[in-house]
């Protein structure tokens, strides 16, 4: 158990804040902790077929650099996950999901986040707009999952969502017969 | 792309810091953004047998709770993530691994964290030392993977490296023969 003895400090961004907290630790000492407080968020692994699906590709400042993930996004206020999983899908690939589901929901970054990510599946796809949100999406592309099994090997898949819901289905890793 | 114009503002502990800084993005617009600038970590799965693992049960500040999870930290300067996480396994299990792996390298949020987490398979371990690194670790756990599996269903492990390091190796997840 740790017990916040008080904030010290709060930085804020529109959807999420973090703060510096004097915290009395297990061993009746004194310690530091930042904590990210994070609304939870909702990604979904959009099938094409059986062997693809669709990814975003979207610069992430945190990195420095352009990444290649599954579609996600954090939930509104009131908004539930399935909600904001359709919502994020439609806004960042143009395509809805006739059907979807929930996979798992999982702590990114334990040490320091509260973030939960649902993480789902979405099948029959079908084009719901044309026109993308330009402030985050460089662009959707469609990956087979053999290309992405090589992408993975070669280090250049990164996001921790993407590895764990692709994984979490059997669809890469070591458990895969290919 | 995103540029930063300026930081803001900076929260530091020992050991990580977060900055809020006004970015220009990429439609023009000025935007803010948080960067948790974190050490890269490593994580090890140490195999006690082929059907167990060990844990760690620790208190989680940011999730408000305790967690049971796969032993990890953050590398030291100038620390190789092989010799982290060999510390790491010492420091909060008493164990250490004959041999360890590396399965995979990824980022755990990469929207708002530059962490890298390295995460190994150990095998072959042997008591090392008694006594734990009581400011963290709570107890030290022999898990089977059937176990883990009912608890995983039942939501009960959250952390996102235990459960991606254990579906990467097909040991957890849809993709599993039971």
Do not use: W
């Not at 003895?5 to 000492?29: P, Q, W, Y």
């Not at 669709?54 to 990195?63: G, N, S, T």
């Amino acid at each position: 158990m740790e017990k916040k003895i008080r904030t010290v400090a709060t930085l804020s961004t529109h959807s999420f804040s973090v703060s510096l907290d004097e915290v009395l630790l297990k061993n009746g000492m004194e310690g530091k902790r930042i904590k990210v407080d994070h609304p939870e968020a909702a990604a979904i692994i959009p099938f094409v077929s059986k062997d693809e699906i669709l990814m975003v590709r979207q610069f992430r400042y945190a990195l420095g650099k352009e990444t290649l993930e599954i579609p996600a996004g954090k939930l509104d206020p009131g908004e539930k996950p399935d909600e904001c999983v359709r919502r994020e899908l439609i806004e960042e690939t143009g395509y809805e999901a006739g059907h979807i589901r929930l996979i798992l929901t999982y702590a990114p970054a334990i040490g320091y986040a509260n973030e939960l990510i649902h993480l789902f599946s979405g099948h029959h796809l079908r084009r719901a707009r044309e026109g993308l949100d330009d402030r985050e999406i460089s662009s959707v592309e469609t990956v087979s999952l053999r290309r992405l099994r090589d992408m993975i090997e070669k280090g250049l898949i990164e996001d921790g969502k993407t590895l764990l819901g692709l994984s979490f289905l059997g669809l890469i890793g070591e458990g895969v017969k290919t």
